[in-house]
């Protein structure tokens, strides 16, 4: 398979603290549609989840029950005791020992179930992020490259680790434990009212305080948790751009710099951290001021009904047992509050991605392996202009190239060069116009099978941590070794590669530093080379080797070019004269086009720019 190459540069300059498209303390956009799309997710675990939810209700209700147990308990004592003290009997500890065998068994198989409960929900979870996290990979194939244009490479990446990682630890706690809490406080009030309805009453007063609370602060943290994942996005973001940038940032003495945009960014993370961490945090005090009042009041009016012989000890003990549990499960709905919110938040960045515009061609007509391109491509009056700019950079051009012919395109920075082949590979799409590839338009193609036509080599190099080997196989993912050291003898890389620790197989690092500038160009090279594509595009594809190397190269360029439609973009004049056609950009448009001694006799444009080459 013949892959375009080097379509990125290894590092971006650093922005300083750009702000990178993220709106900082932004609102949910779409919560209900949000809360659809993650049911998406977990509908496929929607048995194990109703499991979980049996186990957690079991489980819930062992423990429940077992307060009822030790009243038993201690109501056999305290009659046992009255019959001491009137001389009529003595303790049946028999009757005891039987009643806490039955709470060791009811507690035993609680936590039997809640560790059942827990393994699966932990699973499930997990399993949650993981396709989410591939959601999001092949999502990232399917964006236009106008999306990376705008959004930094660190606030993607956030959404990959930071968001999902946030969604699976707050999915797994958060699901439950608000399954246990409601179960909980629905057996509590039960076995509260079987006691005394009079007592449960005085419980219940307690309640509307306890929702109003939780309302108050769970309206004013949201904000903050929402505003939280985004801001570490922008931290994420201006990390990734130093150290990608880090020589860069060196050079030009930008330390100071670069770590005052992350201190500003850090700043903004450490305020919404503790906003929200701070807000969510007075739930619990304040929830264990509203149960210790209720529980006050329980205890002085139960020690009162027990008193007039309305309760006994062991009802009145198994009582206040139920009223701790009883406030314990709203202590966790507030704690799940917060967890959700997080959730929440960090789903909404994920699902934002998800939803981003991607590209959607309709069905391709023309399949280019069956129809064996040539290699005649014509543009018909080109417009283009960047997505996130007013700018037009190719006004109207119109060129027509046939098969096997070298096309030289030249011309000042910005004339917009690199963004006509960048459009000949369906990087971007036109404003208006078309390109012809063999007489059909390329709109009929599908892209990747459009792309395998192409060869192409940038003058921003692309390699990926792996081996020297694995780098070059890039360009045809089924080449052989014998392959891959042709196709890098040709490129004239062959020796320098067998001077390397490990030859081939020498691992290339994540940045690529491990080899200069001018290795990793001969690099691609050869991988284009070995893609044995039937039209080349090579955008200043010598511009970082010496000039000897550079004839060299030119040399197995020549023979890799001929038969095959090649455009070179060149700044070094002398490296083009044998072109067949030489297009002058300037401004978008071609204001000049013919060979090399037709551009010099007319003592124009071009020969202006081959001229101020030798000029002093």
């Not at 020992?97 to 409960?117: E, H, R």
């Not at 909980?184 to 007592?199: A, D, E, K, P, Y």
Request: negative net charge; charged residues 20%.
């Amino acid at each position: 398979m013949a892959n375009s190459t080097d379509i990125k540069a290894t590092a971006r300059p650093p922005k300083m603290g750009g702000r990178r498209g993220i709106v900082m303390g932004e609102k949910p956009k779409d919560f209900k549609g949000s809360m659809k799309r993650l049911l998406k997710f977990v509908s496929p675990f929607k048995w194990k989840i109703i499991l979980v939810a049996i186990l957690i209700i079991a489980a819930t209700v062992l423990s429940v029950i077992n307060p009822r147990v030790l009243a038993m308990a201690t109501d056999t004592l305290a009659d046992g005791v009255k019959a001491m003290a009137a001389g009529t009997g003595g303790i049946d500890f028999d009757r005891i020992l039987q009643i806490i065998f039955y709470c060791i068994l009811l507690y035993g198989a609680s936590s039997i179930f809640n560790y059942l409960q827990g393994f699966i929900i932990a699973g499930v979870s997990t399993k949650i992020a993981y396709n989410l996290r591939r959601s999001i990979m092949e999502k990232i194939n399917r964006l236009p490259v106008a999306y990376f244009n705008r959004v930094s490479y660190g606030d993607v990446l956030s959404r990959i680790t930071n968001d999902v990682d946030t969604i699976n630890q707050n999915l797994n706690q958060a699901l439950s434990q608000a399954i246990s809490a409601i179960i909980t406080l629905i057996g509590v009030l039960i076995m509260m009212f079987t006691i005394s309805w009079r007592l449960t009453l005085v419980v219940l007063v307690t309640l509307p305080l306890s929702a109003g609370v939780m309302a108050f602060v769970m309206k004013r943290s949201q904000k903050h948790f929402f505003r939280h994942q985004n801001v570490l996005g922008a931290v994420n973001g201006q990390v990734e751009e130093m150290y990608g940038g880090h020589v860069a940032v060196k050079a030009f003495n930008g330390e100071e710099d670069a770590i005052e945009a992350f201190n500003v960014d850090n700043e903004k993370l450490y305020d919404a951290a503790w906003k929200s961490n701070f807000i969510s945090g007075l739930v619990h005090p304040f929830m264990t001021l509203i149960g210790n009042l209720g529980y006050v009041a329980v205890v002085v009016f139960g020690a009162s009904l027990t008193m007039s012989g309305k309760m006994t000890i062991g009802g009145i003990q198994a009582f206040i047992t139920y009223t701790r549990n009883f406030t314990q499960p709203i202590s966790q709905v507030a704690q799940i509050s917060n967890q959700f919110q997080m959730l929440v938040a960090a789903y909404e960045r994920v699902d934002e991605f998800l939803n981003e515009d991607e590209i959607n061609d309709p069905a391709p007509t023309a399949i280019a392996a069956e129809l064996n391109i040539k290699g005649d491509i014509k543009f018909d009056h080109v417009k283009f202009g960047y997505e996130d700019t007013d700018k037009i950079v190719i006004k109207d051009f119109s060129c027509d190239v046939k098969a096997g012919q070298k096309v030289a395109i030249v011309g000042p920075t910005g004339a917009g060069k690199t963004t006509l082949v960048k459009l000949l590979m369906r990087f971007h799409d036109l404003k208006d116009g078309a390109i012809y590839v063999d007489g059909h338009n390329i709109t009929e193609f599908d892209r990747g099978e459009l792309r395998r036509e192409f060869g192409m080599v940038l003058q921003d190099t692309w390699l990926y941590q792996a081996s020297i080997k694995d780098n070059i196989r890039y360009g045809e993912l089924t080449a052989t070794d014998e392959q891959v050291i042709e196709a890098a003898k040709a490129a004239q890389v062959d020796h320098f590669i067998r001077t390397l620790p490990g030859g081939y197989d020498m691992e290339i690092n994540e940045e690529a530093n491990n080899i200069s500038a001018g290795q990793k160009q001969l690099l691609t090279i050869a991988r284009a080379i070995l893609s044995n594509a039937k039209v080349l595009i090579l955008d200043e594809a010598t511009s970082s080797v010496d000039t000897r190397t550079e004839i060299m190269i030119q040399e197995a360029m020549d023979n890799l070019m001929s038969g095959r439609t090649s455009f070179i973009i060149a700044h070094r004049l002398s490296t083009i004269k044998n072109a067949d056609l030489i297009l002058c950009l300037n401004d978008g448009d071609i204001v000049e086009q013919g060979n090399h001694e037709e551009l010099m006799a007319k003592n124009g444009f071009y020969a202006n720019l081959y001229n101020s080459q030798f000029e002093e």
